[in-house]
């Protein structure tokens, strides 16, 4: 199935393709695409592993001569110091803008590939070849690429869209549990803020079904955002629902103890009954997301009251805007809206009550 990222004036075009085999025709596809023949390759030390041999042969076997470099794997590598470290290879290496990058990883390697593949003279062509659930159903859709700093996630970054996606789900096999029900919770959100058809898909999800259809589903409403807000400004804000929440979490645990999804599920709770409060959700369709969550065996709750680093996180968070709190909430399962709220204060209770009691 090939879906299209286009914007009303053309100004951005590429495919999303979701198709079993992928990684082992990757070479045959970027030769059709008119790929140049020297390509660079980033991709984490776990990947490598799993999928670099089959990939990297499929390469050759096309004509291309990749060069590759393997991060350590995990959110802790999406650093200014990690993107630099890349750039400085590749200009060790002498690459100029002919050459194309081949992301090949989840989201933490097509952020940070891709963020260097904006930078780096000015701009080089790159693609994308995610392999984790969170990066086919959203991450490595959109064009938004960055690393994260000390004190907030993703908050150097720039928009570069990549030429094209190619996801293959025979990956999503090789996938730790933890894993793959942290991209689940991606998939939630579509459901929630866009088609609640999906939310009825993964309540009939059972523990050997098919997930592409899934995938397929999220990959074709990320695009329909992106296609019609490409750089972030209005309608695919909407896309943050359970991100403020999420973002601050991880930032706080300095990116160690929650794995992305896993954040965004504590977030979407929050978000959640903050809709109940502030936007009109009806309580019982909500508490149904909830359940959901917990049935996908995906975190609902903290362990403990967050402290100053969860609200100095939150304060900072790039989507604020001048408000005390901007906060994308749901007045109906299926719809989505920006909220200016006035204080923290009702949040403050909500995250109160997310609290596990010992």
């Known amino acids: 199935m090939t879906i299209r990222v286009r914007t009303a004036r053309g100004a951005i075009r590429y495919p999303v393709r979701v198709s079993a085999g992928l990684l082992e025709r990757a070479g045959g596809i970027l030769r059709s695409a008119g790929v140049p023949k020297r390509v660079l390759v980033v ?26 470099i393997a991060i350590p794997p995990g959110e802790r590598s999406k650093t200014p110091e990690r993107m630099r470290s890349l750039c400085d290879r590749w200009a060790a290496w002498r690459v100029d803008r002919s050459e194309a990058v081949l992301a090949l990883g989840g989201g933490v390697v097509s952020d940070l590939a891709g963020f260097a593949a904006a930078t780096y003279a000015r701009g080089l062509d790159w693609y994308v070849f995610p392999t984790t659930l969170l990066a086919q159903a959203d991450a490595s859709i959109g064009g938004k690429v960055g690393v994260n700093l000390e004190h907030g996630k993703n908050l150097l ?34 459901g929630v803020i866009r088609r609640p058809a999906i939310l009825a898909r993964l309540r009939r999800l059972g523990s050997n079904g098919d997930v592409a259809p899934l995938v397929r589903a999220a990959a074709k409403e990320k695009a329909w955002y992106v296609s019609r807000d490409p750089e972030d400004r209005g309608i695919r804000r909407e896309l943050n629902f359970g991100h403020t929440v999420g973002h601050a979490l991880e930032a706080s645990l300095g990116y160690r103890r929650l794995m992305h999804g896993e954040a965004v599920s504590i977030g979407m709770v ?78 403050r209770g909500v995250i109160s009550s997310l609290v596990q009691k010992p």
């Open 43 to 68: 991709t984490d030390r776990t990947v490598e592993k799993l999928h670099g041999g089959r990939f990297l042969a499929s390469l050759r076997r096309a004509g291309f001569h990749p060069r590759v």
């Open 157 to 190: 970054g720039a928009f570069h869209h990549p030429r094209g996606v190619f996801s293959d789900p025979r990956a999503l096999r090789t996938l730790t549990p933890r894993a793959f029900r942290s991209g689940l919770a991606e998939i939630v959100k579509m």
């Open 270 to 347: 929050a978000a959640l009954r903050m809709s109940v409060r502030h936007a009109g959700l009806d309580p019982e369709p909500a508490a149904g997301v909830e359940d959901l969550l917990r049935s996908l065996g995906l975190p609902t709750r903290l362990r403990r009251t967050p402290g100053r680093a969860f609200w100095s996180a939150l304060e900072r968070d790039k989507k604020r805007g001048r408000s005390p709190l901007r906060m994308v909430l749901s007045p109906a399962i299926g719809a989505a809206k920006t909220y200016d709220l006035p204080s923290l204060t009702s949040l």
